[in-house]
């Protein structure tokens, strides 16, 4: 519980959802194991939804249901890496051991879990930028999301305007784009799809 509480912390309290204890068997069959807990918990409580409007996540009842957003990206990442197979270090589910799709990001990366261990509360989480090399996050899920909010909230003040128009803005230019949230650092956040 105490990886939800911090999450809780960050986002605020969840809104109350029904659940169903059928809500992750469609999934866990597919993937043919159990999901990291704290990755169920956290979507137990706040269900489908955006966090910090950047870190898409999916539930198995939400309007994108997680089964088919983990086919769907399976499917499409299976066919890249069997064109190349020496390009790319993972496979993907239903490979054996193979990556196992659960969100993407704005940015244009997906992120995904590597049942690297028997235990599913082990698993690493595997970020593929932008076709890039991947990048392996070695905690959990909760983990995870606590240094990507964080990532986003160290940027500098002035962070996603180009520099060079930095010079026409004037100070209250700024900082109307600042309480918009549309500059600098983001304010932890989910919001619910």
Known sequence: MA?????????????????????????????GSALPGDFKKFLD???????????????????????????????????????DPDAYPFRFHPEPGGLISWG???????????????????WKVVTNINGTAPQVFDGSFTQFVVSFVQQLRDVEPHHGIDPAALEFLEPEDLNELAERGEIGPVKPSFKPF
């Open 3 to 31: 990886a939800l509480d911090e999450l809780v912390q960050l986002f605020g309290t969840p809104p109350a959802r029904e659940l169903s204890p059928d809500d992750w068997t469609e999934v866990e069959d597919y993937v």
């Open 45 to 83: 409580a706040y269900g489908a939804g955006v966090i910090c409007e950047e870190l898409v996540v999916f539930h198995p009842r939400g309007a994108s249901p997680l089964v088919a957003r983990m086919q769907r990206t399976s499917e499409s990442f299976g066919q890249s890496w069997r064109r």
């Open 104 to 122: 993407y990001d704005y940015s244009g990366d997906e992120h995904f879990f590597w049942p690297c261990d028997p235990d599913p509360d082990r």
